[in-house]
C-alpha cells in the first residue's frame, strides 16, 4: 500500500456508527469521572472545607478563604492544557488521557485522606491547595484530548452534536457528584463534618480504574495518524500558537468566559449565597442544581444539534443576551427564598448561561485551530478562559463583603463578562460547515 493510499484511510473519521458511538460512550464516560472528581471539591468547599480547613473566627473570611483554594484549581487548568497539549500534539490524543485520568483520580482519593486544621494545623489548607492544583492540572490536560478523539473522528454535518456529546459528562459527574452528598446529608450534621465528608473523595478511586481502563481502549484518531505520517508535527506546539494561532486563542478565551462565570455563580456560590446569607436548608440548593443537571443531561445534545444546523455563531449569541439579561433578575428571584422558585431560577441560569456555550464550544475551539497545533490551542483556550473566570466564586464573595452583602456587584459582573464573550463569537469566524483544517 502506497503511502497516499494509507494517508487516506488514516484521514477517514470512523464512519461506521458501531465505531464512533464506541468513541463518544467512552470519552463521554472517562469525561464524566474527570467531572466528578473536579465538582466533588466545589461542593465541599462550600459546605466543608469553609469549616475544616479554614477555621476562621469570621465566617464571611473563611468562605473567602475555601473559595481562594476553589479558585487554584481553574488556575492550574492552563498549566494542564500547556503540559499535556504539547505532548498530545506531539505523541497523541490517546495516551495523554490516560495519564490525566490517573492524576486526577490521585489528587481527588487524597484530598479524602487529609487531616484536618484542627489535627495538622496550616499543613491542612497548604496540602488541600496543593492536591487542589494536582486536580487542576490533570483536569486542564483531560478535557482536550476527550474531545478531540470524538471531533476528528465525527462527519462535518454532525460534528458539533457529536462534540456536544463529551460534555455529556458534566452533568453525569455532577449528578454522582450531588447524589453522594444529598446521601450523605441525610447524617447528623456532627458525622457529616467528622468522617462522611471524606466518602465522595475516597470511592473516586473506583471510578478511575473504570474509566482509565475505556480509555486505554481507543484508538488514535485519524487526524494525528495522517499528520504524523505527513511528518508535519509541531515540535513546540505552544510557541506556534504565540507566534501564528494568536487570534484564535485570544478568541477560544473570550469564548469560554461567560459560561465558566454563568456555571460558578449558578452552581458553585449560589450554595454558599442560599446556605449562608439567606439562611436555606442546604438540601434547596442542593436539589435545585440536581435538577439543573438533569434538565442538562438532555438540553447538551439538543444544543450541539442545533449549531450544526444553525450555526456556531447564532448559539453564542442567544446564550449572550440571556445571561446580560437574567444577570440582576437570578438574584431578585433567589431572595425569594421560595423553594420552587429556587429551583427555576438555578435551572434557567445553568441551562441558558452556562450549557449553551458549554455544548457548542468542544466543536468550535477544534475547529479554530489546525491539526498540528488543535490539542494545545483548543485546551489553552478552553482553560485559559475557565481559569480566569474561576476567579468569580472568590471575586463574589469578596464583592459581597465589601457591599455588606450586596449582590448588584456579582449582576454587573455577569453582565461584563458576557459583553466579553458576545465580542468574541461577534469576531470569531463560523465554523460550522467547514472541513477541519490539516
Known amino acids: 500500500m502506497s503511502i497516499a493510499e494509507k494517508l487516506s484511510i488514516a484521514n477517514r473519521p470512523a464512519s461506521d456508527t458501531t465505531e464512533m458511538n464506541r468513541i463518544v460512550v467512552s470519552s463521554m464516560i472517562g469525561t464524566a469521572v474527570e467531572w466528578y472528581d473536579f465538582l466533588i471539591y466545589g461542593m465541599a468547599t462550600a459546605l466543608v472545607f469553609n469549616k475544616l480547613f479554614f477555621p476562621l473566627s469570621d465566617p464571611t473570611l473563611s468562605t473567602i478563604a475555601a473559595f481562594g483554594t476553589y479558585a487554584v484549581g481553574f488556575l492550574a487548568r492552563p498549566l494542564g492544557a500547556a503540559i499535556f ?68 473522528n465525527s462527519p462535518t454535518r454532525n460534528r458539533g452534536l457529536l462534540g ?23 447524617l447528623p450534621e456532627s458525622d457529616f463534618l467528622a468522617w462522611a465528608w471524606r466518602i465522595p473523595f475516597l470511592i473516586s478511586i473506583v471510578l478511575v480504574a473504570v474509566g482509565l481502563y475505556i480509555r486505554l481502549k481507543l484508538a488514535e484518531t485519524p487526524v494525528f495518524r495522517e499528520t504524523e505520517a505527513r511528518k508535519e508535527l509541531a515540535k513546540v506546539p505552544l510557541v506556534d500558537i504565540l507566534a501564528r494561532h494568536r487570534r484564535p486563542l485570544f478568541t477560544a478565551i473570550g469564548l469560554k468566559l461567560s459560561e465558566v462565570t454563568y456555571a460558578i455563580v449558578a452552581g458553585v456560590f ?49 446564550t449572550c443576551v440571556f445571561a446580560m439579561a437574567f444577570a440582576f433578575p437570578m438574584f431578585w428571584l433567589l431572595d425569594t427564598r421560595d423553594p420552587s422558585t429556587i429551583t427555576l431560577t438555578i435551572v434557567a ?43 468569580t466564586p472568590f471575586a463574589a464573595a469578596s464583592l459581597m463583603a465589601w457591599t455588606g452583602g450586596a449582590t448588584w456587584p456579582i449582576s454587573t459582573y ?20 467547514g472541513e477541519l483544517t490539516n
Open 164 to 186: 456536544s456529546v463529551v460534555q455529556i459528562g458534566w452533568p453525569i459527574g455532577n449528578l454522582a457528584a450531588i447524589g453522594v452528598f444529598a446521601v450523605l446529608g441525610h
Open 270 to 318: 449560589a450554595i454558599s449565597y442560599v446556605t449562608g446569607a439567606l439562611a436555606m436548608p442546604r438540601n434547596v440548593i442542593i436539589n435545585a442544581i440536581f435538577i439543573a443537571a438533569v434538565v442538562a443531561l438532555a438540553m447538551i445534545p439538543v444544543f450541539g444539534w442545533l449549531s450544526d444546523r444553525i450555526g456556531r455563531k447564532s448559539m453564542f449569541y442567544a
Open 349 to 391: 441560569a445553568i441551562t441558558f448561561g452556562q450549557m449553551v456555550g458549554f455544548a457548542v464550544g468542544p466543536s468550535w475551539y477544534s475547529e479554530l485551530f489546525t491539526a498540528p497545533v488543535r490539542y494545545s490551542g483548543a485546551s489553552l483556550g478552553f482553560q485559559i478562559g475557565a481559569a480566569i473566570a474561576g476567579l
Open 85 to 152: 497539549g504539547h505532548f498530545g500534539d506531539r505523541v497523541g490524543r490517546k495516551a495523554m488521557l490516560a495519564m490525566t485520568i490517573v492524576i486526577m483520580g490521585l489528587g481527588t482519593f487524597l484530598i479524602g485522606l487529609l487531616p484536618t486544621y484542627d489535627q495538622i494545623g496550616i499543613a491542612a489548607p497548604l496540602l488541600l491547595v496543593l492536591l487542589r492544583l494536582l486536580q487542576g492540572i490533570g483536569l486542564g490536560g483531560e478535557w482536550g484530548g476527550a474531545v478531540l478523539m470524538v471531533v476528528e
Open 414 to 433: 455577569l453582565m461584563v463578562i458576557g459583553a466579553i464573550t458576545l465580542l468574541s463569537a461577534r469576531l470569531a469566524p463560523e465554523t460550522a460547515s
